[in-house]
């Protein structure tokens, strides 16, 4: 299983990412799967997940501002990240559960003017 996360970069407050996660080596299209973030020095936090058939979850402290969303065809999971906060900044990661958890390389948000 190979997750590949995507996109991240420097923004300002208030600005607008999309991040992309690739997927390999799995059933893609039944699983469940999820971006997590972990900023420096905090524990990594979940943001949201989103099922096979595209019920989405958010953490409270993005709700309304992420949106995630899938597609099975490509296998890309993607998590649209508008209204940034400086408190966004971490780096953010895919998963997926399976026999066992599977992170992907992770990809740096960095949100300051």
């Known amino acids: 299983v190979q997750l590949q996360a995507s996109g991240g970069g420097l923004v300002q407050p208030g600005g607008s990412l999309r991040l992309s996660c690739n997927a390999s080596g799995m059933h893609f299209s039944i699983n469940t799967l999820g971006w997590y973030r972990q900023a420096p020095g905090n524990e990594r936090e979940l943001v949201a997940t989103i099922t096979s058939g595209g019920t989405a979850t958010y953490a409270d402290s993005v709700k309304g501002r992420f949106t995630i969303s899938r597609d099975n065809t490509r296998r890309i999971m993607y998590l649209q990240i508008d209204a940034l906060k400086p408190e966004d900044t971490a780096t953010y990661y895919c998963?997926?559960?399976?026999?066992?958890?599977?992170w992907g390389r992770g990809t740096l948000v960095t949100v300051s003017s």
């Open positions: 998963h997926v559960r399976l026999y066992r958890d599977f």
